[in-house]
């Protein structure tokens, strides 16, 4: 609550200050919002290592062309305009364009404020053809396989995961790897040699189960596997998470997690945070804290407290409190806790307690988090290709994956009807929710792509925003004494009656008249006779229902 009050104070308080500054003129825009680039020009391939690259400048910006060699390189300044590359070696190239927008203000004295905007990426392929990297929503359809051996004749069983369909070879997503087991009950990875290859293929099926997940959000599929221990035959052989290469026509992985008791125990509370913001201050145990201090006594009522002669006398007394445990819970967990704590009170910028969050989640996971391209998708905040929002929405998309590699986000059955939801860090908590039932949505979404717009809420189905591997499990909606089919068919229907009319706010408040995607997604349950098992109302604008009666 202490949440939704803040967010509703401050939603007034920008509201205010937008209808000031209109009045006085003291806000002045130098340039349009922030909108999604292009990639820039570039030849798929070329063969000699001499081509050019060029894009559309921008008139009311700075901008400039930057180039990351294939295998983990860094961003580099190269030019602006159209920049010509020759006896460029054998490789792949990423071209992207930085806009970097001007927003100049007027507070006593004239000062700017600069937001970068980076294009999306166009990839050149020097010595050979470049490999098409497929969307994530594809991937996640590959098939693989895993096999057992003992590769190195030292008494271990080892797995071979070797991708059996799916994509084509060298396009990012992860091949074939041999993972040695050590001692420690942790794996080693190794890219298999052909004749290694051929011998493991030849292994026994292993019982582990394997999933696929983009847990470091980089666009690319990693490799989970469950039941390790039993697969090989060792208790002390840890699940494992098997990063994709990441690039294309890189066949090492990225590296390779444990899914040890840390990782375990930073799963489950940041799952846990993730659909209730209260959680840690409202779960954490309280424990007695008791402290003794010494204050002095003059029975005669003079001499110096200091010379005990004097008749004085020292006395000891306690103070006995209760406070919050939060050692329970992992420390990162906890770091990242306060650091978007820090940005809901305005304590730190947005743009670095992100980037915290995000060297936190590092740590946690040993390889890079991002990198996805996220162009055309949007959110009820505005594009993705805001800095702060696209960076926010990738560290859900990693932590999201965290909790389903360690199986705290159960994969959603087929046949119910659920209530699903996708929280940005450090904005709004679980500011979109949706309803799910067979990989098919229905929500609502602003038609303003600005930050904390207000256009008007309207509703579609399977809204690109509304990937289920994109979004978690919240709860269940059902009616009673009806199938799930023929309730998801009502729905549907009243959806179908909405006339995407009503005034959006971010945060709605009561008889304001204005609604978001959770108070979308609460009406349409009411108004068709349903309750769900998650309190709608917790969620911010969820307890401003849309009225039964635009969906008549």
């Known amino acids: 609550m202490r949440v939704l009050n803040w967010w509703n104070e401050r939603a007034a308080a920008i509201s205010d200050a937008r209808r000031i500054g209109a009045a006085v003129g003291l806000l002045a825009m130098a340039t349009t919002c922030v909108q999604a680039q292009p990639a820039p020009t570039a030849p798929a391939s070329s063969s000699t290592g001499s081509y050019t690259v060029s894009y559309m400048p921008c008139s009311s910006c700075s901008h400039w062309l ?116 050590q001692s420690s009950g942790r794996f080693s990875p190794r890219v298999p040699t052909s004749s290694q290859r051929r011998t493991a293929s030849a292994w026994p099926q292993a019982t582990a189960a394997l999933s696929l997940r983009d847990v470091n959000a980089d666009g690319f599929a990693d490799v989970v596997l469950r039941g390790v221990a039993g697969a090989v035959g060792a208790s002390a052989a840890m699940n494992q998470i098997v990063y994709s290469p990441g690039w294309a026509g890189t066949q090492s992985p990225l590296g390779v997690r444990a899914i040890d008791s840390s990782l375990r125990l930073f799963a489950r509370d940041v799952h846990r945070y993730l659909r209730d913001p209260g959680y840690f201050a409202n779960t954490a145990p309280y424990v007695i804290v008791t402290t003794t201090y010494y204050d002095y006594w003059c029975p005669n009522g003079y001499g110096d407290p200091l010379l005990v002669t004097s008749g004085c006398y020292y006395m000891p007394y306690t103070y006995t409190t209760t406070v919050r445990d939060y050692s329970v819970f992992n420390p990162s967990a906890i770091t990242i806790w306060s650091e978007e704590s820090s940005i809901y009170s305005q304590a730190k910028a947005r743009s670095t307690g992100l980037s915290s969050i995000e060297s936190v989640v590092e740590k946690v996971l040993t390889v890079p988090v991002g990198g996805w391209d996220l162009r055309g998708r949007r959110g009820e905040a505005g594009t993705l290709e805001d800095r702060d929002y696209g960076q926010g929405f990738e560290l859900f998309v990693s932590l999201l994956g965290i909790a389903s590699a360690e199986a705290q986000e159960v994969p959603r059955r087929s046949g119910t009807v659920y209530v699903t939801g996708r929280r940005i860090i450090g904005w709004l908590p679980f500011m979109h929710t949706a309803l799910e039932y067979n990989r098919s949505t229905v929500s609502a979404y602003d038609t303003d792509s ?7 809420l309207v509703s579609e189905k399977n809204w690109g925003g509304d990937l289920p591997h994109l979004m978690m499990t919240l709860g269940t909606a059902s009616r009673s004494s009806t199938a799930a089919s023929t309730y998801w068919t009502m729905i549907l229907a009243a959806d179908t009656r909405y006339d995407d009319n009503l005034p959006y706010s971010p945060t709605p408040l009561a008889g304001q008249g204005r609604y978001n995607s959770n108070g979308y997604t609460h009406g349409i349950i009411r108004a068709t006779g349903g309750r769900a098992t998650v309190n709608m109302n917790g969620f911010v604008g969820g307890n401003v229902p849309v009225p039964s009666s635009s969906f008549n």
């Open 66 to 181: 930057e180039e990351k060699a294939g295998d983990g390189g860094t961003w580099q300044y190269v030019g602006q305009g159209s920049v010509t590359f020759t006896s460029k070696p054998a490789g792949t190239y990423y071209y992207r364009v930085v806009y970097l927008y001007l927003y100049y203000y007027s507070a006593g004295a004239w000062s700017y404020a600069s937001q970068p905007s980076y294009g999306a990426a166009a990839a050149v392929k020097v010595g050979g053809t470049l490999t098409q990297v497929e969307s994530l929503e594809r991937q996640l359809n590959y098939r693989f396989e895993v096999r057992r051996g003992d590769l190195n004749g030292d008494g271990r069983q080892d797995l071979f995961v070797n991708r059996t369909s799916g994509g084509t070879a060298g396009n990012g997503v992860l091949e074939a790897v041999l993972l040695l087991q």
């Open 450 to 456: 600005r930050m904390l717009g207000n256009g008007r």
